[in-house]
């Protein structure tokens, strides 16, 4: 791999590693610099670059810092304060460059085993080696440029595609599924945190918004988001449903067909309750819930024979036990042995539109080109890259990428006193609805989240690096409620000049006032809960102790002037939707009721970047009873060729 640095870069890299993580092996910088030469845009490399070449010119830190000296030449505690500087700066720029490079440094290093061992961290608790479950999918071998003809070709084999595929398949139609991911299953799932970034999630785990405020994680890999997802699996709630189809204009959402749509996905998920056996983190969650009388409910899950035990934690990163039913053991499996053709590794740069209406896509394997000729086109790449696909394939409509909601989310964290072992447990067992509905169907949902290192690298504060060891040392005992928010306002998605996706997103007014209330009520809980201290992912340490009087009200108070733009508080967003949003009308949406691209023949588009308005639940089962109705749509538009 070409280096993506400079060699003074890199030089400087090294030392800011060292000072961020002061205990981290000589080597952390160059890994960090392999980190930066993964980025998939040109763009950001060379911001980097740029940043830490200025960190080592000394007029640059007088300006900035008030330290005359170039920072490979600074004391210990001057590189410190230099950092702190930048983290807590009221420069949105500085903030982004210090979250950039804190990210990198922290979560490459605790994601290494030796140093998560050290914070208590004991890895994969499955045996080491993965179970040798065989590969039922064979995916075509692309050795060279290739022309592949077929019916219908679908981008994308997650919660969208991968439904598509299976229901079209079985309905008779020649498919290609194409996705950019590789394959993986059971056999590869080592539950080893970095390898487990680095090979089934979009940019290794490292995509975010434009101005970092929001990290982007989304599943790149065969079956998508479903394999390294949650297994929570809400049906669209009945005032979402109704909303879509009064506000937007769209009734077959309130229809029965939509409501069989779900409940056959649900069916073929064998999604239940049954299995939410709740780990240590919804312990403390019920535990503050129940002593507030605040609503709980048990989580709907996408599982069978689930084991519910130490190891289910791990789940973000594969479920080796098969128990998840995600499309890669499900609709996939069912359109291969049906004879769909499949290709990973396949990034789809543009589709073929001849006089208004789709012929196929070209894409690109490694060094080869591969073209598929197909007589409708099936985009479900997500609400990031579905939009950009077609904004570099020409279409032109006022809402393509607008209205992106990305339901941001966060969590307060707490020391208990109890060994909590976060990463542990059901990936997600209970939620509360208590203010889910503060203004029109707006507000926010309470559930937990395994977490385990990297997550704790993100969400703690660096003052110093003693500082944040500290709080690293403290997972064990780490508690939390999570903080998942329906965002009313929506962000948008964009190309570089490259023709790479580019996510712009800023929190209203509107939705961050729902995000204060949340970040108070769940402090509340968790005091509750019997929490020793109590903490937000600022970038700065604002904590508090519970017991004295008006110590929450105090510590909100500090948590608000902490700061609330970007790079101050830690979001992070596993749901993304409504770019490609359907409407009734082209000069507000991009698809019609009938998924088809407005003014496009044979074009089509079933993820959740359909979704009129955030959906406001974990959004994967609405997914996929969309993309089941659009199977059906778009067979009586596509005649097999046998029929």
Not at 33 to 53: H, T
Not at 267 to 286: E, F, Y
Request: glycine letters at 8%.
């Amino acid at each position: 791999m070409t280096p993506a640095l400079s060699p003074a870069a890199r030089d400087v890299l090294r030392v800011v590693a060292a000072t961020l993580v002061d205990t981290a092996p000589a080597d952390l910088g160059d890994r960090v610099a392999l980190r930066i030469a993964s980025f998939p845009r040109l763009a950001d490399r060379a911001e980097l670059d740029l940043l830490l070449r200025l960190l080592d010119v000394a007029a640059v830190n007088l300006l900035l810092s008030g330290i005359p000296k170039s920072f490979t030449r600074m004391s210990a505690g001057e590189r410190e304060r230099c950092l702190r500087g930048w983290a807590t700066s009221r420069l949105p720029q500085r903030r982004k460059a210090f979250q950039a490079l804190k990210r990198l440094t922290t979560v490459t290093h605790y994601t290494t085993p030796g140093a998560a061992r050290a914070i208590g961290y004991p890895g994969p608790l499955s045996p080491p080696p993965p179970p040798k479950t065989p590969k039922p999918i064979r995916p075509i071998a692309i050795s060279a440029d290739t022309t592949l003809d077929c019916d219908i070709v679908v981008v994308g084999s997650g919660a969208g595609g991968g439904v598509v595929a299976g229901e079209l398949t079985a309905a008779g139609r020649d498919v290609i599924v194409l996705e950019k991911g590789g394959y993986r299953n059971e056999a590869d799932f080592t539950h080893q945190e970095g390898e487990a970034l680095e090979t089934l999630y979009d940019a290794g785990g490292l995509l975010a918004t434009s101005d970092l405020g929001l990290v982007v994680l989304q599943g790149s890999t065969l079956g998508g988001g479903t394999v390294i997802n949650y297994t929570t699996s809400f049906h669209t709630p009945d005032s979402v449903r109704r909303e879509w189809a009064h506000e937007h204009d769209l009734p077959h959402f309130e229809s029965a067909e939509f409501k069989r749509a779900l409940d056959t996905v649900a069916r073929r998920l064998c999604v239940n309750t049954d299995h939410a056996k709740p780990s240590g983190r919804d312990q403390v969650l019920i535990r503050g819930l129940e002593q507030l009388r605040w609503h709980h409910g048990l989580l709907p899950r996408d599982v069978r024979d689930c084991p519910q035990d130490d190891a289910c934690g791990y789940c973000g990163m594969g479920c080796r036990r098969g128990a998840k039913q995600s499309t890669l053991i499900t609709y996939l499996q069912d359109a291969a042995a049906k004879g769909a053709r499949i290709v990973v590794g396949c990034d789809v740069r543009r589709v073929l539109i001849d006089r208004s209406a789709a012929s196929g896509v070209e894409a690109r394997v490694g060094t080869h080109t591969i073209k598929i000729r197909a007589k409708a086109v099936v985009v479900a790449a997500g609400a990031v890259h579905s939009p950009a696909l077609l904004l570099r394939s020409g279409v032109r409509l006022p809402a393509l990428g607008h209205n992106l909601a990305l339901h941001p989310a966060t969590a307060v964290f707490a020391d208990m006193d109890e060994d909590v072992r976060p990463w542990t447990g059901t990936v997600q067992a209970h939620y509360s609805d208590e203010f889910a509905d503060l203004d029109a169907g707006y507000g926010f949902k309470f559930e937990t989240a395994p977490v385990h290192p990297s997550l704790q690298a993100l969400a703690a504060p660096w003052e110093s690096a003693a500082g944040h060891r500290d709080r690293m040392a403290k997972l064990p005992q780490t508690g939390l409620v999570g903080i998942l928010l329906r965002d009313r306002y929506g962000g948008r998605v964009r190309l570089d000049r490259t023709g790479a996706a580019v996510i712009d997103y800023r929190m209203s007014r509107y939705d961050r006032e729902h995000l204060r209330r949340a970040i108070g009520a769940a402090a509340e809980v968790l005091e509750a809960a019997g929490a020793r201290e109590i903490w937000a992912p600022l970038a700065r340490a604002v904590t508090y102790r519970p017991g004295a009087r008006s110590a929450r009200e105090d510590w909100l108070r500090r948590v608000y002037r902490a700061g609330w733009g970007p790079n101050q508080l830690l979001l992070v967003t596993f749901h993304q939707m409504a770019s490609c949003r359907m409407g009734a009308r082209a000069r507000t949406s991009v698809v019609d009721a009938e998924h088809r691209v407005w003014g496009i023949r044979g074009l089509y588009v079933a993820d959740a970047s359909t979704f009129p308005s955030s959906s406001g639940v974990n959004p994967m089962l609405t997914v996929m009873a969309i993309a089941h109705r659009a199977a059906g749509v778009i067979a009586s538009h596509q005649p097999s060729a046998v029929s």
